[in-house]
């Protein structure tokens, strides 16, 4: 299986490790009444869909990038892969290029 | 029909004259007391011990395929009870106790065959982890040997003693582990299930479920029609999450993809189960030859039944690593099993969530020791509707309590477990 | 002998030697060994798995079931070896398996006598009785009958290689069509690999005579290759098998030298290539397929297709009469072949009775008898003599020694399912056609189902020239080259139902046609129970001969189509693959990488002894003379390093640099403890937790200045937190300016501990005033120089509990600097000491290490729940805070005595109650961590307790039924040694 780094171009997923669902969000608010609740549904249950799926896998051997990528999960055919979370503005580079450039997909 | 010698020699001599169908081919009714989703080895032991245990036997099991064509059919035949953790360990080791006597249970030799299983040690570290386990084990009445180099080297010369990258130190064994011929094991059940009057019912897939007003579950729909049930109960192994995306479930679930292989067939060379303590490796040699072995997870979420090369070769690297005389044997067959593994690498046996469902699921790439118990202490759980004392642990609520079991301390990420 | 006097494309002017079951034989250069034994007469070659019938040679490929030989012997035997494609080599050693005392005479074979009763699956209905009979008697002698040869006396001594190969196009098979797609594709340019299984290209065209542009199919494969060498673009290789499609990439087995007694020196034995192309065509062929009678598998039963190959390519006579049995006209023209060739061919039986005139007339001119509408019942003979016909006006016997079998062809499939798709039925042809196949490939020629040679070569051309045009190549459909478009006249027939004794579907496994009947009768009729039930399609080929008759054969019995009775899946690899391959030269101390610390080779002249620790390897202890037992030199190294002074190598640390003003607010919300305080020129210990609460790792981060940070991590974890933390960053909280590396290799790191320490530490360093006592306090860390301007950090940190440091310099200066420690250390009685020593004073000290963080405790179970912040989120937080991490049944961590202090405590041990039975419910906890501790005299641990540190003073007992011992043991608080922290402020 390869996988579409958005940075270094096709490579083998055995350069890369799994994390998993890429769809959920951490909950902002630790102190909520139902903060163990909300912690809960974001670490343990999965969507876990045969078909598309949006995952997240970090380029260990690589650039060390997390990368979302998104892959069908009966036929391993992946569609798409961006840089995980960066859809957030990066504040440490002013001028947004590395969000420019992840807003492309690329496709394999 | 019993089978005995007798038998036997009557059909040899008659040409299978008397020879008669080892379960009926049955039809759905439209209700039963108990509808069993997943005709694997959990789903017939279930139905098994709902009417051997609990004389419910007003039962179907619905079979998407062929029974025994999921993890049942595709895993490595091995059972066995080293487990570390209370609220495993007592489990196991009643699943192992009824493998010892499931030929005269069942009537059918699923050829259960104690020949050990060593869990190799590299390092004083895991010398001391595998301690830990084999007194856990030994306070299961599970028994447990640890073995140092010389008497593993004894019993498995083979092994590279002189060369490793990772020294073999010794040994964590449990004599009474072994494999079983594991497409028996799913025949055995059904026969057994058959005969006490549970249907069982094969090319019929489950497409949805019945629900009252309240949301109860009251049977399922099925590709041959709809079936009411008092209570329905999922056995689905990794497909587990494909049916309760129906009922809106989300479980703490991810079905990833376990490759297993088997080699040609060659004259009895390995005792027992062997696994490596330094690598993904495990191995064992089945009764016609084929040395049958495995390692970890492909790692990525799956349905397809199939693995790919770098674990394969990770697989392979550590079996020529510690056995490098199989270097010239071959790869005969590879396939890939659809493991439905959770967030704590601990399976669920619980009532609901949702009234008049019951699951049975998230066995990792470890159901197959665990058929016998799992279809027990599940048969318990819905004639009862209370958790067996056995499966207590396995309730669905113990990620929100956080008394998960996690063997592997590897926490919630299914493909490190 | 059986050699034709003439033909062949063996080079009888290289005669090799071999030897079968120690008798030797001679053979020619281009021989396979099938071919060499035929070419001496010898037939009887194999047992079969289970009756231990005589076996022959079957095939001419790989798809042979019968014809299995051990290759070579010691630590070199190959079992099962395929005869019939082992390429014969001058010295080739073989021998017949599965027999005893002798091939000509199996005291097994009796099995076969008893057949009626040992049919299909008769073991799952006996052997229970009685109960202990199974493992005991019954089982073993099963496992010793069975197997077929035996592996390797020892571990295997080639080398194995891997290699990537990328392309736009691989051509799978060099028959017709995989060299018209090859040069179409590679005349347009695209980069093609034509990957072929046999040791020649060629395919089918070596083993037929069938003209193509009126020459012979061997010139037309010549100028094909050499047109294909000509061309940069395109790569040839040969005795490379494509084993499996897998994602994206394709397995291939290249045979690099098991056509030669042993490798040359450097040369590996085989090459496992993965082999990344854009576009595939798969043009693997066909394979006859057997028709299923009466004994049917005797020795001198043989495909039609194989004896053409035998006569045509190898110029052997498979038989010096045969008759035919077949469906089809290949068959036919496969005996006109060999009756042309000089081996006589006797009748031609053939089911049908409406054969073409052109191919009945070719009998009539050659003299051969036909009887069409027959059928043969049963053969006899130990190799084979006599065959019975029943031909329609009764029953015939036929003595002949060759019986050329077919029952038709079936597409080779198989890497077209290796996605999960499933073949298709063509009724037409009565066989199963590619389905869907995986992306990018299509299938050519006869694996399409598409048999005469014209429409191979048309259809392998189209393909090879789509696949090149797909891929942006301009390439028109070639014009095929002109051949015959034979007919195949194939009518579906599978087996005789009149035959008379033992018909085989399985041949090796030894599945009968009444296995099939009786396995349906007993309820298993999905395809996929029937294999299971029978082992149909579970011998070494893997079904590639009998599935579809099986198959057939269950259809019939259950009234059924063949397509409503199914396919069965094929799973990779289509030939089996040697397992050292898939190793390469991962294995014996090349297994994994070796990482050796900067300071190695030093440790290693101070006679350091080593230990793997995950990749790395450590110095363990540095025994002296006079040292007998490791226990003697790591007490005395812990004392030197509690009463004077130590050094050891800590270069193993993860260590992770961060930098950017928002540092401390991540570090906050990273580890339970607070980090943004931490002043420039500070040391923290931290701690950190998974989200689930459970606590992933511990150490020490440095605030080296205002935005510059340090961390060091564990070395089990290095690599974990990493990760974690660019998670944390680049998923988690990307708005926060943290930029971060991982340093683990790029800093060498020795440990300085005891009284003596700043002594020292005052020796290596340039400027002894910036480490003083007063400059550097405790948990303090300074930026300066060593030796003499090498850069250097300094740490005051102590894991041994006595006063001490941790220098790190760049990992180049680490050998250098651990012998200037030593150097300057000598006036204060300096040690080494290793990791023994390292884990006794952590012990001693409380510390907790690999056997406390082992994923399955909280902070609070370690005694950190006072460093957790409330006033902060941070990782793991909130779940840390559900019901079973604050129940106080939770061990925790506690330490342990022994009440009699001359016992030994060991870890693992459980704890129970005074008096309590050794049961799963008495279970107090265990102890993680064990030592005799040189400096209280007695044994110590580390262990987790049920009530923790509320039990301290009480007795329980330490229970390790594992080793014979259930000592009485002490709770105490989990530090043995300086508990105020007197000696590391220091």
């Known amino acids: 299986m390869r996988i579409p780094c958005p940075y270094c171009g096709p490579r083998d997923a055995h350069e890369f490790s799994y994390l998993g669902d890429a769809t959920g969000t951490r909950p902002k608010n630790p102190s909520a009444p139902d903060a163990i609740l909300a912690f809960h549904d974001y670490v343990y249950p999965r969507g876990n869909p045969a078909g598309s799926h949006r995952e997240l896998w970090y380029h260990t051997n690589g650039c060390r990038r997390w990368v979302e990528v998104s892959r069908n999960t009966l036929t391993h055919e992946i569609t798409g892969a961006r840089f995980a979370g960066a859809s957030i503005p990066d504040a440490s580079v002013p001028d947004a290029s590395v969000s420019d450039a992840s807003e492309k997909e690329a496709v394999s | ?417 | 002998m059986s050699r034709l006097a003439k033909g062949g494309q063996i080079d009888r002017s290289r005669p090799l030697a071999f030897t079968f079951d120690d008798i030797a034989y001679q053979g020619y250069f281009g021989d396979t060994l099938a071919s060499a034994l035929l070419a001496n007469d010898v037939k009887l070659v194999g047992r079969s798995f289970k009756y231990h019938r005589p076996r022959g040679i079957l095939t001419a490929g790989s798809e042979e079931p019968n014809a299995l030989v051990e290759l070579r012997s010691g630590a070199r035997r190959e079992p099962n070896t395929r005869a019939t494609t082992a390429e014969l080599f001058d010295g080739l050693e073989a021998a017949s398996q599965n027999r005893w005392p002798s091939l000509a005479f199996d005291a097994m074979a009796v099995n076969g006598l008893l057949s009626p009763f040992f049919g299909a699956a008769f073991y799952y209905k006996t052997f229970m009785w009685p109960k202990a009979a199974w493992e005991k008697l019954y089982e073993p002698a099963i496992r010793r009958a069975a197997g077929l040869g035996r592996a390797a006396d020892g571990p295997d001594p080639d080398h194995y290689e891997k290699a990537h190969a990328f392309c736009d196009l691989l051509v799978i098979g060099s028959g017709p069509a995989g060299l018209e797609a090859a040069l179409a594709a590679g005349r347009a340019g695209a980069r093609v690999i034509l990957a072929e299984e046999d040791f020649a290209f060629g395919g089918r065209l070596l083993s037929e005579k069938t003209t193509i542009e009126d020459d012979t199919p061997g010139a037309y494969v010549t100028r094909a290759i050499a047109e294909l060498k000509s061309f940069t673009n395109v790569r040839l290789m040969v005795r490379t098998a494509v084993f499996g499609a897998y994602d994206d990439e394709y397995g291939a087995l290249e045979r690099v030298a098991d056509h030669v007694a042993v490798p040359a020196p450097f040369q590996p034995r085989q090459r496992l290539w993965k082999i990344i192309p854009k576009r595939v065509v798969l043009a693997a062929g066909a394979m006859d397929r057997p028709i299923v009678f009466g004994g049917n598998d005797r020795p001198g039963v043989m495909h039609a297709a194989a004896a053409q190959t035998y006569v045509n390519r190898f110029g052997v006579a498979p038989a010096k009469t045969s008759a035919v049995f077949s469906n089809n006209d290949a068959a036919w023209r496969a005996a006109f072949d060999a009756h042309d060739a000089g081996a006589s061919v006797k009748a031609i039986v053939d089911v049908r009775t409406d054969v073409s005139p052109e191919i009945t007339g070719g009998a009539q001119k050659r003299g051969i008898r036909t009887i069409l509408g027959g059928k043969v019942v049963s053969t006899r003979g130990k190799t084979l003599g006599i065959v019975s016909v029943e031909t329609g006006h009764g029953r015939e016997t036929l003595y002949v020694d060759g019986l050329m079998m077919s029952g038709g062809f079936s597409p080779n499939v198989h890497l077209t399912c290796h996605h999960g798709g499933k073949p298709s039925w063509d009724e037409t042809i009565a066989a199963f056609v590619p389905g869907k196949c995986p992306p990018g490939m299509t299938v050519a020629g006869a694996a399409t189902g598409t048999f005469s040679l014209a429409d191979c070569l048309a259809d392998g051309g189209r393909k090879g020239a789509a696949a090149a045009r797909d891929l942006g190549f301009s390439a028109a459909d070639p014009t095929p080259p002109r051949a015959e478009s034979e007919a195949t006249g194939q009518k579906p027939f599978w087996w005789v139902h009149e035959s008379k004794g033992l018909a085989f579907v399985d041949f090796q496994n030894d599945v009968k046609a009444k296995d099939v009947a009786l396995a349906h009768k007993e309820g298993f009729s999905s395809v996929e129970h029937l294999k299971r039930y029978t082992t149909l399609g579970m011998a070494t080929d893997q079904g590639k001969l009998g599935n579809v008759a099986g198959l057939a054969i269950l259809a019939e019995v259950s009234g059924r189509t063949i397509p409503q009775t199914g396919t069965t899946m094929f799973r990779p690899p289509w030939t089996p693959v040697a397992l050292a391959a898939f190793a390469g030269h991962h294995r014996g101390p090349d297994f994994r990488p070796t990482r050796p610390t900067p300071s190695h080779a030093f440790a290693e002249e101070l006679g350091g002894q080593f230990v793997e620790a995950g990749p790395w390897l450590r110095a363990a202890y540095f025994p002296h003379r006079g040292e007998p037992t490791l226990r003697d030199s790591v007490n005395r190294e812990v004392l030197a390093v509690r009463e004077r002074v130590g050094w050891i190598d800590v270069s193993t640390f993860g260590k992770i640099e961060l930098s950017g003003p928002d540092v401390g607010a991540f570090l906050d919300r990273v580890y339970i403890n607070t980090f943004s305080t931490l002043k420039p020129g500070k040391v923290r210990y931290g701690v950190m937790l998974r989200e689930d609460g459970i606590v992933m790792d511990d150490g020490t981060t440095t605030r080296l200045s205002e935005d510059r940070w340090a961390m060091t991590t564990t070395t089990a974890n290095a690599g974990r937190v990493y990760q974690h933390l660019v998670f944390c960053h680049q998923v988690l909280w990307p708005e926060l300016d943290v930029r971060m590396a991982s340093t683990t290799e790029q800093w060498a790191q020795i440990a300085i501990a005891g009284p003596r320490a700043r002594d020292v530490l005052q020796g290596v360093v340039d400027d002894a005033a910036a480490v003083s006592a007063e400059a550097l306090p405790y948990m303090g860390a300074a930026e300066t120089t060593v030796m003499g301007g090498v850069k250097a950090r300094v740490f005051r940190v102590s894991f041994s509990g006595e006063l001490g440091y941790e220098v790190a310099v760049p990992a180049r200066h680490g050998e250098a600097l651990a012998r200037a420690i030593a150097k300057a250390g000598a006036a204060q009685d300096i040690v080494p000491y290793g990791l023994e020593a390292l884990a006794v004073m952590r012990i001693e000290k409380g510390h907790v290490s690999g056997p406390e963080l082992n994923g399955q405790t909280s902070a609070a179970d370690l005694g950190f729940a006072r460093m957790a912040s409330t006033k902060k989120d941070y990782i793991g937080r909130v779940l840390a805070g559900r019901e079973a991490f604050r129940d106080p049944r939770r061990p925790s961590l506690v330490g342990i005595k022994p009440v009699d202090r001359t016992q030994m405590l060991r870890a693992g041990a459980h704890f129970l109650k005074p008096g309590a039975k050794p049961t799963t419910g008495n279970d107090q906890g265990w102890l993680s961590s064990a030592t005799w501790s040189p400096t209280l005299g007695h044994s110590i641990g580390l262990g987790f307790l049920v009530g923790g540190s509320a039990m301290v003073g009480e007795v329980f007992r330490a229970w390790d039924g594992l080793r014979g011992t259930d000592i009485e043991v002490e709770i105490c608080a989990p530090c043995f040694i300086d508990p105020e922290g007197v000696r590391l402020r220091g």
């Open chain 2, 1 to 417: 029909m019993r089978y005995s010698l007798f038998n036997i020699v009557v059909n040899g001599l008659t040409g299978n004259r008397f020879t008669e169908p080892a379960w009926r081919a049955a039809t759905p009714k439209p209700r039963y007391d108990v509808v069993i989703l997943g005709g694997g080895g959990h789903g017939l032991a279930t139905a098994y011990y709902l009417a051997k245990n609990h004389g419910i036997h007003d039962v179907a099991v619905i079979e998407k395929g062929y029974v025994g064509g999921g993890n049942a059919g595709r895993n490595t035949t091995i059972f066995r009870s080293n487990y570390l953790l209370p609220g495993n360990e007592p489990f196991y080791e009643w699943s192992v106790k009824l493998w010892e006597g499931l030929e005269q249970t069942l009537n059918y030799n699923v050829m259960a065959s104690q020949r050990g299983i060593v869990n190799l040690i590299h390092s004083d570290a895991q010398r001391d982890a595998y301690a830990r386990r084999g007194n856990a084990m030994l306070l299961a009445d599970a028994g447990a040997r640890l073995l140092d180099r010389d008497e593993v080297r004894t019993m498995m010369p083979f092994l590279d003693f002189d060369n490793a990258r990772f020294p073999i130190r010794g040994g964590l064994m449990q004599p009474r582990a072994g494999t079983a011929r594991h497409d028996a094991v799913v025949w055995g059940f059904a026969r057994g299930a058959d005969k006490f009057g549970v249907d069982i019912v094969q090319n019929c897939e489950a497409t949805g479920f019945l629900r009252d007003r309240t949301g109860a579950v009251t049977g399922v729909e099925t590709s041959l029609g709809p079936i009411m049930a008092d209570k329905v109960a999922l056995t689905l192994a990794g497909s587990t999450s494909r049916l309760t995306e129906k009922l809106d479930l989300r479980l703490p679930i991810e079905s990833q993809v376990l490759q297993a292989f088997v080699s040609e067939a060659v004259k009895p060379l390995i005792p027992g189960v062997i696994t490596f303590g330094a690598g993904h490796f495990y191995v064992s040699q089945s009764d016609k030859g084929g040395l049958v072995f495995g390692g970890d997870l492909d790692g990525y979420n799956s349905y397809a039944q199939r693995g790919n090369l770098p674990v394969m070769e990770d697989v392979l690297e550590g079996g020529m690593a510690l056995m490098p005389m199989i270097g010239r044997l071959r790869l005969l067959r590879q396939w890939g099993g659809i493991c439905d593994m959770s967030m704590d690498g601990s399976p669920i046996i619980d009532i609901g969530p949702l009234p008049g469902l019951y699951l049975n699921c998230a066995w990792n790439y470890g159901g197959f020791k665990a058929t016998p118990a799992s279809g027990w202490c599940f048969a318990h759980t819905i004639a009862t509707d209370t958790p067996h004392p056995l499966s207590a642990a396995y309730r669905l609520d113990r990620f929100r309590t956080g008394k998960v079991i996690d063997e592997r301390g590897a926490g919630p990420q299914p493909n490190l477990h």
